[in-house]
């Protein structure tokens, strides 16, 4: 590794520690924590599963992803049932109220996210665009 992309490295994870921060600093009324509110996120994008392929998609342990589930459905965000062919296994849904509740904290860091990316021209838009394929491929990868 050169000295260059060990820069990179340092630079990269200290400007995407700083845009979290700013992130979750938008959240107005945290109800849920960050990792319920991925598995909300994950939920959404990729729709009903069981708690097993949820914990693999956010890359934590099943039992971590039981704890979260539960949590989840005792606040009504998700709705458990039954496996149609597993009956060890559940389902989880994002309820109505779920989608309202990932809703409103998309919106509020997008509001933040939209401002500060207005005050951008097309060179730098077109290099975020590049980078978000990028980063996207780098957390999506097994490890």
């Not at 904290?105 to 060179?123: C, F, I, K, P, Y």
Request: hydrophobic content about 45%; proline content about 5%; charged content about 20%.
């Amino acid at each position: 590794m050169t000295t260059e992309t060990r820069a990179l490295a340092s630079d990269l994870s200290l400007a995407v520690v700083r845009l979290s921060r700013h992130l979750r600093g938008r959240r107005a009324d945290a109800q849920v924590s960050l990792t319920q509110l991925s598995a909300l996120a994950t939920l959404s994008q990729d729709g009903p599963m069981t708690p097993g392929a949820l914990a693999a998609r956010e890359k934590v342990q099943p039992p971590s992803m039981t704890r979260v589930v539960a949590s989840l459905a005792e606040k009504g965000l998700v709705e458990r049932s039954p496996h149609p062919t597993d009956g060890r296994q559940i389902i989880v849904t994002l309820s109505d109220a779920g989608q309202a509740l990932l809703a409103d904290e998309t919106h509020a860091r997008e509001a933040w996210m939209n401002e500060q990316l207005s005050g951008l021209n097309a060179d730098e838009l077109a290099t975020l665009r590049g980078a978000v394929g990028i980063i996207t491929v780098m957390v999506s990868a097994p490890e």
